[in-house]
């Protein structure tokens, strides 16, 4: 019954939503308590509290792997996204923001859909069952980011860590120029990797089978939708719900490879993926609030795991804080690159 309870830990994760959802109520400056809490209180909760370096063991780490209550924290986030959006868009069509409670919602709305959306869709996309992966593309959907299911599964988990992945942050590249070069890098790709998978299927462009032709019929429908039910105006802040989601996404991806690299054979190939390859955290907080994305290091070396299942590897290069705080950090690229330079093994840096 303790373990039970110890497991319960994720439901941390909600604490975001729950924050937004109360702040919906309050009002006023408390519509900035959702930015609040995760970028000043959480990175205050992690300098204080301690890391946890612990990797579960024999009976206990099969008993966590048949665990369904572990896919059930994530399952749950689907209706807690769409019924916060469905919320934000609804008071919003009637009036029910001032200008600053609006620009503090917004900014609010983009995070749960960032940490609760995208970070929850990465986790399903990445296992083997049919319906999973749906909810994964479900969960982009108001992101506006579904071809990102294309491109992470079959670009970046095979290219991460070289100059050919548009996700993996260069040496000393600023995180607003890495902003433009990820996001339009990853479309391109994904549009690439498409083409081949149908070209190996013997399939056209116009083929039923192109999934980035239905990504952008679905994304194309929720934005139609938004149109008709709550108004025209409505569909730009969804825009902008959207795009602070995949900002946050990205910064993540920033913070997870940064100046990292695999070295290249005589052959011309890269070395096979290793936990060397990522930054991995194990700091509580981050670790809890996303799914164990921290240790990110372990996902990149074996992509199956579930998240519950994720360890902790000696070897992977550590991060001085977690996920949340080095958020904040990268915003600052000069304090960024003076922390984290020195931190780069010598043999990856160009």
Not at 35 to 59: D, Q, Y
Not at 77 to 95: D, K, Q, S, W
């Amino acid at each position: 019954m303790s373990e039970f309870f110890k497991d319960l830990k994720y439901l941390t994760a909600y604490s975001i939503p729950l924050v937004l959802g109360l702040s919906f109520f309050l009002k006023g400056p408390f519509a900035y308590a959702t930015p609040l809490f995760v970028f000043v209180l959480v990175p205050v909760l992690e300098l204080l509290l301690p890391s946890n370096p612990i990797n579960l063991e024999g009976p206990q780490r099969l008993s966590k792997a048949k665990n369904f209550m572990f896919d059930m924290l994530l399952y749950l986030n689907i209706p807690v996204v769409f019924g916060l959006l469905f919320y934000y868009f609804r008071t919003f069509a009637m009036g029910g923001f001032t200008t600053i409670e609006l620009i503090g919602f917004t900014f609010s709305m983009g995070i749960v859909l960032g940490s609760n959306g995208i970070n929850v869709a990465h986790e399903l996309g990445h296992r083997t069952r049919h319906w999973e992966r749906v909810l994964a593309k479900t969960l982009l959907c108001p992101a506006l980011y579904m071809h990102f299911y294309i491109e992470h599964n079959y670009g970046h988990h095979q290219h991460a860590a070289t100059p050919n992945d548009p996700a993996t942050a260069l040496y000393n590249q600023s995180i607003y120029s890495f902003w433009v070069s990820s996001i339009s890098g990853q479309i391109k790709s994904a549009s690439v990797l498409q083409k081949k998978i149908l070209k190996q299927q013997n399939r056209s462009g116009f083929s039923l089978k192109n999934d980035l032709l239905w990504y952008g019929l679905c994304q194309t429908a929720y934005l139609c939708l938004i149109g008709v039910v709550f108004g025209p105006s409505v569909v730009f802040f969804a825009f902008v719900v959207a795009l602070i989601s995949v900002l946050l996404l990205e910064t993540t991806n920033y913070i997870e490879h940064y100046g990292l690299q695999r070295q290249r054979r005589p052959s011309g190939r890269y070395e096979p993926i290793l936990e060397t390859h990522s930054w991995n955290s194990n700091h509580i907080m981050g670790r809890i609030l996303l799914y164990e994305l921290t240790r990110h290091s372990d996902h990149h070396f074996r992509s199956s795991k579930k998240y519950q299942l994720l360890d902790y590897h000696k070897t992977s290069p550590e991060m001085p804080f977690g996920y949340p705080t080095s958020i904040v950090l990268s915003l600052l690229p000069p304090l960024w690159f003076f922390i984290m330079n020195p931190r780069i093994p010598s043999e990856m840096k160009p």
